[in-house]
């Protein structure tokens, strides 16, 4: 049976999750020709296998370090005394930030970049490519997370808060949907939109490097690494990297074991 936890966040993900299929499929940004039931079976494959191996090695969720946290009264935001709504709002956007900062370092440690180019690799960004993440990547942030919350002492139900929403802005970010052009400039100083991320996902390397961004877009501003608009145009512009180009690269066994080859060949 699921838990309160399980329960919400796997509901936010479904409800999400079609809403963001749906736009796709009535509005979309770009026209690839790509095989959806192929990509979008391995996607969720992985994304399966991702919660299974956190179930099974790191069976405390971020939730419940936060749980375990509260309880002892550790970490920064209760030793100063910081008001209930203050401590909530203070601890989205710092986990924000540490996620941020997870992901830059994610793109420049080389060992780590095997890890995270799993999500990378994929030539076509759709609403299933917000789950595409490397098992040993996920297991790495959440042990960040925990960290961040151990010492802030982030509320439970702002941890919570923001798991749900790290997922939904995931899905939302990576989402082949077109927003009106009158509106999109003004929201991606809101949220990260699909424009600003997507050329993230560029195959170009100084693109690639840019807009880490996931919840909030202000971290890229800040600190130097936002790009407005890829060189080629959203219409123009190859996604992906161009050594994992293979249509076999989309397969489950080839997602797993990605971080172990140099290549797309191998």
């Not at 400039?185 to 699909?194: F, G």
Request: net charge neutral.
């Amino acid at each position: 049976m699921l838990t309160g936890e399980a329960a919400i966040r796997l509901g936010a993900f479904l409800a999400v999750f079609a809403a963001m299929a749906l736009w796709e499929a009535l509005a979309p940004r770009r026209h690839d020709a790509a095989d959806r039931p192929v990509r979008w079976t391995n996607n969720l494959a992985i994304l399966v296998v991702d919660v299974l191996v956190v179930r099974l090695v790191a069976p405390a969720s971020a939730v419940g370090i936060a749980i375990a946290v509260e309880a002892r009264g550790w970490g920064l935001l209760p030793l100063l005394g910081v008001p209930p709504w203050l401590a909530f709002v203070a601890s989205v956007v710092i986990l924000d930030l540490v996620i941020y900062a997870q992901h830059v370092v994610f793109h420049h440690v080389p060992l780590l970049w095997r890890l995270h180019r799993v999500h990378h690799t994929d030539t076509v960004i759709d609403v299933s490519s917000g789950g595409r993440f490397h098992p040993g990547e996920i297991l790495l942030s959440l042990a960040i997370k925990g960290v961040a919350i151990l010492v802030l002492g982030a509320p439970p139900a702002a941890v919570l808060a923001f798991e749900v929403l790290l997922n939904a802005t995931s899905m939302f970010n990576h989402a082949n949907i077109r927003i009106p052009a009158r509106l999109e400039p003004v929201l991606r100083w809101l949220v990260v939109t699909p424009d600003m991320h997507r050329v993230h996902h560029s195959a170009v390397r100084r693109e690639t490097d840019s807009n880490f961004g996931f919840n909030l877009p202000w971290w890229d501003r800040l600190f130097g690494t936002y790009r407005p608009e890829p060189e080629q145009g959203h219409e123009g512009m190859t996604l992906g990297l161009r050594e994992f180009r293979d249509p076999c690269e989309r397969r489950l066994d080839r997602l797993v074991t990605q971080p172990l080859r140099d290549d797309g060949q191998g």
